[in-house]
């Protein structure tokens, strides 16, 4: 693994109704047993588990892995490529650890492609029940809600990406003409985008107090491919789904000993998250725990 | 949801080239001794129409191993996106039926331009002049079918690259 470590910040949403919130489904798979019973397949030939998950105070902190067991790559030796032997039902894990601050809803999430992204972490703890339904949208930085709260608002823009596979839409039962035109249709959702503006209309700006709520909703939706608000002012808008809160270190990551691997990358996640607490309980909440949207 | 129209949409879509190319070869059979004896009352040029039928194959059958080289090997835009689906796999199983009907009329086409069979009563030479009208209905409605579902794609392809 690469010893650049790098962490993004999610808010989930609120449990669903009836549902238990989302740090007590982790905590209950955690206590369903061996690491291979946490195991859930996501499709697409992802396999994802909980390998830890503990309590500590307000936060539930842990280590997901995904276990790739088939297209495995050949460790590059000195001769040259030679496969890498795993015991039966072995894999590789591929770890992303986690951090969620149970009253804020918030969560620092190790940023590893090859493991749990924010998608795959909310088909996780879906999987048992599709009741169970989280979303996770980004953080945004303090820059950004600064620039966006001071400013005022001139334009809004979203672009939502299509379905990105078409055969979702296959039906044998239609003829090919029909079912070539209709996949046609339904291709150019990807060209769809929405913009909402005052226009050139001087002493005009969006309502601050709605907007936020749109864009509340929109922040963390797969579909959502641009969001952007243009404030008054500002040469360049302000690009809400990439100004996200993150954080980056180079650690010294053991080798050989996955316990303290662990430990190592834990620690990078409790300060990142100790550093931002007060920008989080901003945005997000008050110290004693309640949530504020 | 399909309904019952779509349903049997799909089973015309499906069937129409290979039905009517049969129906066309047996409707030869039937009245073809009356059609031919009126085509040389009328000095009709029948070698002129099998010449026609002989190179539109030739040209059909070319144009559609283009299309379907260019639409199997399309790495992005719609085409590459629409690759998994089922309906451009059908639209290529249509056009590789359409391709051999059009090869097989191109071989029939040839002992026929040789031939140039004129019979006005039901024998050898008329069983062998319907096999070659059904063959060409079948392939010109093959092609035809392939050709409509070629544009539909493409024409959504073209602005998505």
Excluded at chain 1, 158 to 172: H, Q, T, Y
């Amino acid at each position: 693994m690469d010893s650049r470590i790098k962490g993004r910040f999610y808010r989930l949403s609120e449990a669903p109704n009836g549902q238990p919130e989302f740090a007590d489904i982790l905590l209950a798979i955690m206590a369903g047993g061996a690491p291979s019973d946490r195991e859930r397949d996501l499709g697409g030939g992802v396999t994802l588990r909980l390998e830890q998950c503990d309590v500590r105070d307000q936060l539930v902190e842990g280590d997901f892995c995904r276990v790739q067991r088939v297209n495995i790559p050949p460790q590059a030796g000195a001769a040259g490529l030679v496969p890498i032997q795993l015991n039966d039902g072995h894999g590789i894990g591929h770890l992303g650890a986690f951090i969620y601050h149970r009253p804020t809803r918030v969560m620092l999430l190790q940023s590893n492609m090859q493991s749990a992204t924010p998608n795959r972490v909310a088909l996780y703890v879906a999987t048992d029940d599709p009741m169970r339904i989280f979303s996770l949208r980004p953080v945004l930085t303090d820059d950004a809600i600064d620039r966006f709260r001071a400013g005022r608002a001139r334009s809004f823009s979203v672009k939502f990406a299509g379905i990105d596979r078409l055969d979702v839409l296959d039906d044998p039962d239609i003829p090919a003409a029909r079912g070539a035109r209709m996949i046609a249709d339904a291709y150019d959702g990807l060209d769809v985008e929405i913009k909402v503006s005052v226009g050139r209309s001087r002493d005009h700006w969006l309502a601050q107090g709605g907007l936020l709520a749109s864009i509340g909703r929109l922040m963390g939706e797969p579909g959502v491919e641009k969001l952007q608000a243009k404030m008054e002012g500002d040469d360049h808008p302000l690009d809400l789904l990439h100004e996200q809160l993150q954080a980056e270190s180079e650690l010294e990551l053991p080798e050989g000993d996955p316990a303290r691997h662990y430990a190592v990358r834990r620690q990078f996640l409790r300060e990142t998250l100790g550093a931002n607490m007060p920008l989080i309980q901003r945005q997000f909440g008050a110290p004693d725990g309640h949530g504020r949207r | 949801m399909a309904t019952v129209a779509d349903k049997v949409a799909r089973r015309v879509e499906e069937h129409y080239p290979h039905v009517l190319g049969l129906a066309g070869a047996a409707m030869m059979l039937v009245f073809g001794p009356n059609l031919m004896t009126s085509a040389a009352a009328n000095g009709w040029h029948l070698d002129q129409l099998y010449a026609a039928l002989f190179n539109l194959s030739t040209v059909f059958t070319g144009f559609l191993f283009t299309f379907y080289s260019f639409v199997v090997t399309a790495d992005r835009g719609f085409l590459a996106q629409a690759r998994q689906s089922i309906y451009l796999q059908r639209a290529n199983g249509f056009t590789i039926v359409a391709i051999t009907a059009g090869f097989i009329l191109c071989v029939l086409s040839i002992p026929t331009l040789v031939w140039q069979p004129a019979p006005i009563v039901r024998n050898l030479e008329m069983v062998w002049l319907s096999v070659w009208v059904g063959t060409s209905v079948w392939a010109l409605l093959a092609f035809e079918r392939a050709t409509r579902l070629f544009i539909i794609f493409a024409s959504r392809h073209k602005g998505s690259q």
